[in-house]
């Protein structure tokens, strides 16, 4: 093996400010930029990683063989710990090395020139100035600035109090703690797929799939609708196994999984899906990056929503608008509705992803856009038009059976809303090691073991955020270790029954809803008064 070129933080500077994706593992310098394209996960999860050492990430989502190719896009090594730059996606600044002789030393010059986890900016979740949270040219609304950004740093405060500090020393014992469990786990075969437990879930769908084809041949349309309902309900577990190659371990026939469960059987993109998971695994929680809390007008999860926001992921800015003043407020009892026909929206966010060039794939994925969509027009061949429109007679009991089967699968959409909403959303910066940000954003849901099949392994979130690709069957045992793991470095593991979560979730949509009556009445108050009525 050649010897490598030791690369400093200034030479990596320059790359990436240069325009290159360097991404740090196990101490190698990768320049991705070959990849970016090609990477089957996505192109922003790697971009989420520039200059950050991304290990962990890494190791946890790629097979030893993959982890191995990489060495060819490895341009050098560093020396020593590696402090972690704010990405350039996340608002990281980065100036090439001509320019940075001018200002000083990037020891020595202002924080606001390379944001990285040491500056201050960042530990108090101040990625950007206000102005960068605004889109060109366009208007905020929003309440009164001051008093939103008093209760997101009371957030942050709260959750510098309740975690583990987020010094060096304290993170890289944590890291390696991690990494020692995930040894462990790798070991003693908690990634081997338990097969039979596949084998009983095919025999569950088998009998309700069953039950809806004898009851819509009996003529029972509605009865029909949620046997349909509740099997799509049950077979998007596995399709969430697929997506994260925790059945076969193999791309291809995973893929090929997720496909024939998501896109042929409920008509929603497994691509899509994917595109935003691996996103949402990566930034969980993150108000302005992570698309799995970016519900706006719709819902507010914490403060840092109560104004206008630009998605990374949509690379959309969501305004702060009429819509979202009148909605906000009664979002606690808008919840379970919209999570009823949620369902609706999936479709659409499915086939604006397999329509737009962010669904292009190449190299050895380049198969999966146009399968996808045979996938799904067949499905809508089926279900739109076989059955809804051929098997159903009247206008009436279609509009019943397509909004029975689809509510029916309001349960999965809760679920997976309970963990994480009543979580934190607080940015404390990039020096928090990966686990450690992963149980502060998630939550896992306490339920007996003879309840998993209603739950689907989405019950153990938190296990599952830290290791995505360990087979769900296998999280209930595994759980075991990761309390342990938390008990070692004293991270807060937070685990709610079902029903204490929902009342947590409601009462944090409540929260959020009240603090913005207070703004608004506070705004109102200035304007005509001219004083803020904070004394």
């Not at 937070?494 to 009462?507: C, H, Q």
Request: hydrophobic share 40%; with cysteine; aromatic share 12%.
């Amino acid at each position: 093996m050649r010897e490598c070129k030791i690369l400093t933080r200034d030479d990596i500077e320059s790359l990436i400010a240069a325009g290159d994706n360097i991404v740090i593992h196990e101490g190698n310098v990768l320049r991705l930029n070959g990849w970016l394209a090609r990477h089957p996960g996505g192109r922003l999860v790697i971009q989420h990683m520039v200059g950050r050492d991304a290990t962990d990430e890494i190791s946890i989502y790629h097979s030893s063989k993959t982890r191995r190719s990489m060495n060819q896009y490895r341009i050098g090594r560093i020396s020593g710990q590696w402090v972690n730059f704010t990405p350039p996606i996340r608002g990281g600044l980065f100036t090439q090395r001509k320019q940075r002789s001018l200002e000083g030393t990037a020891e020595t010059r202002s924080p606001s020139t390379v944001k990285s986890s040491q500056d201050p900016a960042m530990q108090s979740g101040l990625s950007s100035s206000p102005e960068d949270k605004l889109p060109v040219g366009g208007v905020d609304s929003s309440p009164t600035e001051p008093d939103n950004a008093r209760i997101v740093d009371q957030a942050l405060q709260d959750d510098l109090e309740q975690y583990p500090s987020l010094d060096s020393n304290t993170q890289r014992a944590i890291t390696l703690k991690y990494r020692d469990l995930h040894r462990k786990i790798q070991i003693e075969g908690y990634y081997d797929c338990r097969y039979w437990e596949y084998t009983k879930e095919m025999g569950r769908y088998l009998v309700i799939f069953t039950g809806f084809l004898l009851a819509l041949r009996s003529g029972w349309f509605i009865t029909s609708a949620a046997l349909l309902g509740l099997f799509w309900h049950q077979i998007m577990f596995t399709a969430h196994d697929a997506g994260h190659q925790g059945i076969s371990h193999n791309f291809v026939i995973d893929t090929l999984i997720g496909m024939f469960i998501a896109d042929f059987c409920c008509g929603l993109s497994i691509g899509w899906w994917k595109s935003s998971h691996n996103v949402h695994h990566l930034v969980t929680n993150h108000h302005e990056h992570d698309p799995d809390i970016q519900n706006a007008p719709l819902f507010a999860m914490s403060p840092s929503f109560l104004k206008s926001f630009h998605s990374s992921y949509y690379n959309f800015t969501f305004l702060w608008d009429k819509a979202a003043e009148l909605a906000i407020p009664y979002q606690r009892y808008t919840y379970y509705p919209i999570m009823g026909i949620a369902r609706f929206n999936l479709y659409l966010l499915s086939w604006c992803h397999l329509l737009s060039p962010r669904s292009a794939t190449f190299g050895a994925a380049s198969w999966t856009r146009p399968t996808e969509i045979c996938f799904m027009l067949m499905y809508w061949f089926l279900f739109g038009y076989c059955l809804v429109w051929r098997s159903i007679p009247t206008w009436s009991l279609r509009i019943m059976f397509v909004l029975v089967s689809h509510i029916i699968t309001m349960p999965l959409h809760v679920q997976i809303t309970l963990s994480h909403w009543a979580m934190s959303t607080s940015d404390v910066g990039e020096s928090e090691s990966f686990p450690q940000h992963q149980l502060r954003t998630t939550m896992d849901v306490e339920c007996p073991a003879w309840l998993d099949f209603i739950h689907g392994g989405l019950q153990f979130q938190a296990v599952h955020h830290l290791f995505p690709g360990v087979p769900r069957h296998n999280l209930r045992r595994l759980q075991q270790l990761v309390i342990q793991f938390c008990e070692e470095t004293g991270i807060k593991y937070k685990r709610l029954s079902f029903v204490a979560g929902n009342k947590d979730v409601l009462g944090k949509l409540g929260e959020v809803a009240h603090q913005l009556d207070l703004m608004m009445k506070c705004q109102k108050h200035m304007a005509a008064t001219g004083e803020s009525g904070l004394h």
